[in-house]
């Protein structure tokens, strides 16, 4: 078992950053590849970045690149993503999760976080 907790949400202006953290507990936490996802109200949950266990490849879902960074610490069991630029469209419930492989899909993560809100005014 994995358990993910997330911090660093908040309410912040267009144009604002934060900086999400997620840390872990339980199995090897460099095993894993580590994934944001998000979840707007009345939306999906959708893929935001992911990261490899050792760091050497990362993604990002289109609407981010540019803004969103992604990074982890093993030595501290936690993943981070720096947000950028915010937009209003960023609003949303903010998710961890542990997978096998740094791949794109819900069904590929086995551990999740509860998440944390993020809130861009305009």
């Known amino acids: 078992q994995v358990q993910l907790v997330e911090s660093g949400g908040g309410l912040v202006q267009a144009g604002g950053s934060l900086r999400l953290s997620c840390a872990a507990s339980?199995?090897?936490?460099?095993?894993?590849?580590m994934g944001w996802f998000r979840q707007a109200p009345g939306k999906e949950r959708e893929f935001v970045s992911v990261i490899s266990w050792n760091a050497g490849y990362t993604y990002y879902e289109d609407s981010v690149k540019g803004r969103f960074t992604i990074s982890r610490d093993n030595a501290k069991n936690t993943v981070y993503l720096q947000m950028n630029n915010l937009k209003p469209e960023d609003t949303a419930v903010y998710y961890c999760?542990?997978?096998?492989?740094?791949?794109?899909?819900?069904?590929?993560?086995?551990?999740w976080g509860q998440g944390t809100q993020v809130t861009v005014s305009s």
């Open positions: 339980g199995r090897t936490f460099s095993n894993y590849a």
């Open positions: 999760a542990a997978g096998g492989r740094a791949l794109r899909t819900i069904r590929d993560y086995s551990y």
